[in-house]
């Protein structure tokens, strides 16, 4: 499973912002990810060739960062925010409906593939709590009824 | 800063941000200035770092190596990494008027000779980042960046990086690992990044309000931008309020505006059936302040005579009805999850602390977990961990400790929490576990 064409052409055209391959590393992983929704331990094998990292290298980012994945994830990312803000404003009733709706806990992915759920610590929308992101659309003040509208328009 | 934002909340481009005055600053400094006198109208302006930490600005970028024999390249890095609970402050900035922050970047790459800038955003910030994508690309457009700006003979160029996760990107110095592909901990000091800093060249590296500061004083001169505060410390600044007020949100106003004219006046006051309890000013790592002692003026030196800090300025109120331990919990819980772990501290002592606040907020705290609580605190208070992280935590409990003493009290005697039930707080290790990162 080596990169595709696609992927080594949108790297090398994030390469001139950094000083070396190395520096483009973070970038690169989140390139892949994009495309196969996960990091597996083949791709990154893959890509540090490419970059003239060892796999180690990569994986001490990768594990350490809370959005590069190394499991699969479902074709949907959806985070619910527990910062202290969003906590006081009915982060736990929202989760609970989320649950409900997707038939998951915190860190699963639904029986389709759908849905991943994932916890997240403050979306920088307190002023929009309880707030939830699905992929890059940020939604808040989200009350329970609402989850179900909008988790159907992801497919 | 918000001069150039539009009423329909959509982003200001660059039609709307020239409109206003927009890249005056920079004509006029590329035009009329040498590098040093810009450093020098921002030190006049007496403009303190606006992340949280108020380190004053001119004073940085004066530290930068000047002249044909310092090293190259040199680097200007914008903090938008913007994760700390109760911060919400820069995405504002980012979504409604990203050339100002652009500006304010271009203008520090000049007065400091930089030869290219980053602006660093947090993982989550699409939006954001779709926003600072265009202006970037209308500002090469026109001539604001590149090379030869505006036919001055100063290139510049700015890259967008998007962050991959964990707060501890937010630290400054972890921040350029982070940009360089590295584990995220933070450096050791010095070196200062002044010094060496970005692939160890000399870096600027502020937050995005601190740049979006920048063009106006340019513009108009320091003693303009002093004469908007109501006290001493200069300008304007991006202020906030959530929590269960009527109409929550960000606004522009003097710096030392209070926190009551702030809830009160720009919120709305508080939603009808809810009273103000307590403050958490700036953050999740400043101190609350008590609803009795809310007219105090939000600048940095008030703050602290307050016993607590100006840190980004955006409020998020604790009300009569939400329990004051849980939340410290909950804050206690972040943090706990977003250490590095590269010191013991901090590795251990929070998850102590988590461990302890959350057998309190279920009802089998023991009258001595507030002791080694309050312990704790000094354990991991300044100059005992590596970074700030583990005493930024400090600063919530330490303050829950002594306002909240008596609910403390009440869970531990009652053996339950006072306050409605199922608050949602979760036990630390299902937390833990829920996190895909870690490899299956």
Same mark, same amino acid.
């Not at chain 1, 989320?98 to 849905?115: A, C, K, P």
């Not at chain 2, 304010?104 to 930089?114: D, H, S």
């Given at each position: 499973?080596?990169?595709?064409?696609?992927?080594?052409?949108?790297?090398?055209?994030?390469?001139?912002?950094?000083?070396?391959?190395?520096?483009?590393?973070?970038?690169?992983?989140?390139?892949?990810?994009?495309?196969?929704?996960?990091?597996?331990?083949?791709?990154?094998?893959?890509?540090?060739?490419?970059?003239?990292?060892?796999?180690?290298?990569?994986?001490?980012?990768?594990?350490?960062?809370?959005?590069?994945?190394?499991?699969?994830?479902?074709?949907?990312?959806?985070?619910?925010?527990?910062?202290?803000?969003?906590?006081?404003?009915?982060?736990?009733?929202?989760?609970?409906?989320?649950?409900?709706?997707?038939?998951?806990?915190?860190?699963?992915?639904?029986?389709?593939?759908?849905?991943?759920?994932?916890?997240?610590?403050?979306?920088?929308?307190?002023?929009?709590?309880?707030?939830?992101?699905?992929?890059?659309?940020?939604?808040?003040?989200?009350?329970?009824?609402?989850?179900?509208?909008?988790?159907?328009?992801?497919? | 800063?918000?001069?150039?934002?539009?009423?329909?909340?959509?982003?200001?481009?660059?039609?709307?941000?020239?409109?206003?005055?927009?890249?005056?600053?920079?004509?006029?400094?590329?035009?009329?200035?040498?590098?040093?006198?810009?450093?020098?109208?921002?030190?006049?302006? &007496? @403009?303190? $770092?606006?992340?949280? *930490? =108020?380190? !004053?600005?001119?004073?940085?970028?004066?530290?930068?190596? #000047?002249?044909?024999?310092?090293?190259?390249?040199?680097?200007?890095?914008?903090?938008?990494?913007?994760?700390?609970?109760?911060?919400?402050?820069?995405?504002?900035?980012?979504?409604?008027?990203?050339?100002? &922050? @652009?500006? $304010?970047?271009?203008? *520090? =790459?000049? !007065?400091?000779?930089?030869?290219?800038?980053?602006?660093? #955003?947090?993982?989550?910030?699409?939006?954001?980042?779709?926003?600072?994508?265009?202006?970037?690309?209308?500002?090469?457009?026109?001539?604001?960046?590149?090379?030869?700006?505006?036919?001055?003979?100063?290139?510049?160029?700015?890259?967008?990086?998007?962050?991959?996760?964990?707060?501890?990107?937010?630290?400054?110095?972890?921040? #350029?690992?982070?940009?360089?592909?590295?584990?995220?901990?933070?450096?050791?000091?010095?070196?200062?990044?002044?010094?060496?800093?970005?692939?160890?060249?000399?870096?600027?590296?502020?937050?995005?309000?601190?740049?979006?500061?920048?063009?106006?004083?340019?513009?108009?001169?320091?003693?303009?931008?002093?004469?908007?505060?109501?006290?001493?410390?200069?300008?304007?600044?991006?202020?906030?309020?959530?929590?269960?007020?009527?109409?929550?949100?960000?606004?522009?106003?003097?710096?030392?505006?209070?926190?009551?004219?702030?809830?009160?006046?720009?919120?709305?006051?508080?939603?009808?059936?809810?009273?103000?309890?307590?403050?958490?000013?700036?953050?999740?790592?400043?101190?609350?302040?008590?609803?009795?002692?809310?007219?105090?003026?939000?600048?940095?030196?008030?703050?602290?005579?307050?016993?607590?800090?100006?840190?980004?300025?955006?409020?998020?109120?604790?009300?009569?009805?939400?329990?004051?331990?849980?939340?410290?919990?909950?804050?206690?819980?972040?943090?706990?999850?977003?250490?590095?772990?590269?010191?013991?501290?901090?590795?251990?002592?929070?998850?102590?602390?988590?461990?302890?606040?959350?057998?309190?907020?279920?009802?089998?705290?023991?009258?001595?977990?507030?002791?080694?609580?309050?312990?704790?605190?000094?354990?991991?208070?300044?100059?005992?961990?590596?970074?700030?992280?583990?005493?930024?935590?400090?600063?919530?409990?330490?303050?829950?400790?002594?306002?909240?003493?008596?609910?403390?009290?009440?869970?531990?005697?009652?053996?339950?929490?006072?306050?409605?039930?199922?608050?949602?707080?979760?036990?630390?290790?299902?937390?833990?576990?829920?996190?895909?990162?870690?490899?299956?």
């Amino acid at each position: 499973m080596s990169l595709s064409d696609d992927e080594r052409r949108e790297i090398e055209a994030a390469l001139p912002h950094y000083p070396d391959r190395r520096a483009a590393a973070a970038t690169a992983m989140r390139i892949v990810q994009r495309r196969r929704r996960w990091l597996s331990d083949e791709v990154l094998a893959d890509l540090g060739e490419y970059l003239g990292m060892s796999v180690e290298e990569l994986d001490s980012l990768a594990t350490f960062a809370n959005m590069l994945f190394r499991r699969p994830v479902g074709r949907h990312i959806v985070l619910v925010c527990d910062s202290f803000a969003c906590w006081s404003l009915g982060y736990a009733e929202l989760r609970a409906a989320i649950q409900t709706q997707l038939g998951v806990g915190l860190g699963e992915t639904t029986s389709d593939g759908r849905f991943t759920l994932l916890p997240i610590v403050c979306l920088g929308a307190c002023d929009r709590g309880p707030a939830l992101m699905v992929d890059a659309d940020l939604y808040g003040p989200v009350a329970p009824p609402a989850v179900g509208a909008i988790l159907e328009a992801y497919a | 800063m918000s001069r150039a934002m539009r009423p329909d909340g959509q982003p200001a481009f660059l039609d709307d941000y020239v409109a206003a005055g927009g890249y005056e600053g920079l004509g006029r400094a590329l035009r009329e200035l040498e590098p040093a006198a810009v450093t020098q109208a921002v030190s006049d302006s &007496v @403009l303190r $770092g606006r992340g949280g *930490a =108020g380190y !004053a600005t001119g004073r940085k970028w004066s530290t930068m190596p #000047l002249g044909r024999d310092a090293p190259r390249p040199k680097y200007v890095v914008c903090n938008g990494d913007e994760m700390e609970p109760g911060s919400f402050k820069d995405r504002f900035l980012l979504e409604r008027n990203p050339h100002l &922050v @652009l500006e $304010g970047m271009i203008l *520090a =790459g000049f !007065a400091v000779e930089a030869d290219a800038g980053y602006v660093f #955003l947090r993982a989550q910030y699409d939006q954001p980042l779709a926003c600072v994508e265009r202006a970037l690309a209308e500002a090469y457009e026109h001539g604001y960046l590149g090379s030869d700006i505006l036919g001055s003979g100063f290139s510049f160029d700015i890259y967008l990086h998007q962050s991959v996760g964990r707060y501890m990107c937010g630290e400054a110095s972890a921040m #350029l690992n982070a940009l360089e592909s590295q584990r995220p901990n933070p450096r050791a000091r010095p070196p200062h990044m002044t010094g060496a800093g970005l692939y160890a060249r000399p870096t600027v590296v502020n937050n995005v309000e601190t740049f979006a500061a920048v063009p106006s004083i340019v513009r108009n001169g320091a003693d303009w931008w002093k004469s908007l505060s109501m006290t001493d410390e200069g300008g304007t600044k991006i202020y906030g309020v959530a929590g269960r007020v009527v109409r929550p949100g960000c606004v522009e106003l003097p710096m030392g505006t209070s926190m009551r004219e702030l809830i009160e006046v720009h919120a709305g006051g508080m939603q009808p059936g809810y009273e103000l309890r307590a403050v958490s000013p700036g953050g999740a790592s400043t101190a609350f302040v008590k609803a009795e002692d809310i007219d105090v003026a939000m600048d940095f030196e008030s703050m602290e005579k307050a016993l607590s800090r100006l840190g980004t300025g955006t409020l998020v109120l604790l009300d009569d009805k939400t329990c004051p331990v849980g939340m410290t919990l909950n804050l206690l819980q972040f943090f706990a999850q977003e250490s590095c772990g590269w010191c013991t501290p901090c590795r251990e002592g929070l998850q102590w602390s988590v461990s302890l606040l959350g057998d309190i907020e279920q009802g089998c705290g023991r009258p001595e977990d507030l002791d080694v609580l309050q312990e704790h605190v000094w354990l991991m208070g300044s100059d005992k961990t590596f970074c700030d992280l583990a005493p930024g935590a400090m600063q919530p409990l330490e303050a829950a400790l002594r306002l909240f003493r008596d609910d403390f009290v009440q869970h531990i005697e009652e053996g339950r929490c006072p306050y409605a039930p199922g608050d949602g707080s979760d036990a630390p290790a299902e937390e833990a576990a829920a996190r895909p990162e870690a490899t299956a």
